[in-house]
């Protein structure tokens, strides 16, 4: 029994093709992961059985204009998470 192929299935696998290209061309990941160490290190716990928005709540204590300033151009503070990631201990 042949397959015989339709004009939406070419146009199916064309369109996937398109996506896979485009997915391929993107940046790789540039933003600084969150390191375990002792300054981080009781916040992966947090994250852990509280989640991430449970250990944001802390980040801005020592993350700020007096301590450790954010570079010119860093979105939204609150969010810390959603784009550093946690490192692998």
């Given at each position: 029994?042949?397959?015989?192929?339709?004009?939406?299935?070419?146009?199916?696998?064309?369109?996937?093709?398109?996506?896979?290209?485009?997915?391929?061309q993107?940046?790789?990941?540039?933003?600084?992961?969150?390191?375990?160490d002792?300054?981080?290190?009781?916040?992966?716990?947090?994250?852990?059985?509280?989640?991430?928005?449970?250990?944001?709540?802390?980040?801005?204590?020592c993350?700020?204009?007096?301590?450790?300033?954010?570079?010119?151009g860093?979105?939204?503070?609150?969010?810390?998470?959603?784009?550093?990631?946690?490192?692998?201990?």
């Amino acid at each position: 029994m042949a397959l015989a192929l339709k004009k939406r299935d070419f146009l199916l696998v064309g369109i996937a093709i398109l996506i896979l290209a485009f997915l391929w061309q993107a940046p790789p990941e540039s933003t600084s992961r969150v390191p375990y160490d002792n300054d981080h290190r009781q916040f992966f716990d947090i994250v852990k059985t509280d989640g991430k928005k449970a250990a944001e709540k802390f980040c801005e204590e020592c993350h700020n204009k007096d301590a450790i300033p954010f570079p010119e151009g860093h979105p939204a503070k609150y969010r810390c998470l959603f784009c550093h990631k946690m490192q692998t201990p």
